[in-house]
């Protein structure tokens, strides 16, 4: 499966693994929605003073940071592997 330009089958390996193509997509989509959320939340920083300043750059942080982290968690349950897991 190829999506962007990527190639998401594992079978060349030796190991017929593949990812669900709903999950990946469901990961794509959430990167890019937090990735503008909090490029959004920084162009607010850069217009505020004082404490609201503080409070624009750590909601930024938390929400670059979640975004990251559960784009990642996604993936990772998006991987079918034919191996049995424990």
């Not at 594992?10 to 959320?37: C, E, K, N, Q, R």
């Not at 217009?47 to 750059?57: K, Y």
Request: some cysteine; hydrophobic content about 45%; glycine content about 12%.
């Amino acid at each position: 499966m190829n999506i962007l330009g990527l190639c998401f089958d594992g079978s060349i390996g030796g190991v017929a693994s593949h990812h669900d193509p709903y999950l990946t997509v469901l990961s794509y989509l959430v990167a890019t929605l937090a990735s503008f959320t909090a490029l959004e939340m920084t162009e607010r920083l850069r217009q505020s003073t004082g404490r609201a300043r503080g409070l624009w750059h750590a909601g930024a942080a938390l929400v670059f940071g979640g975004g990251i982290w559960s784009m990642h968690f996604i993936a990772m349950l998006a991987y079918r592997s034919p191996l049995p897991q424990s």
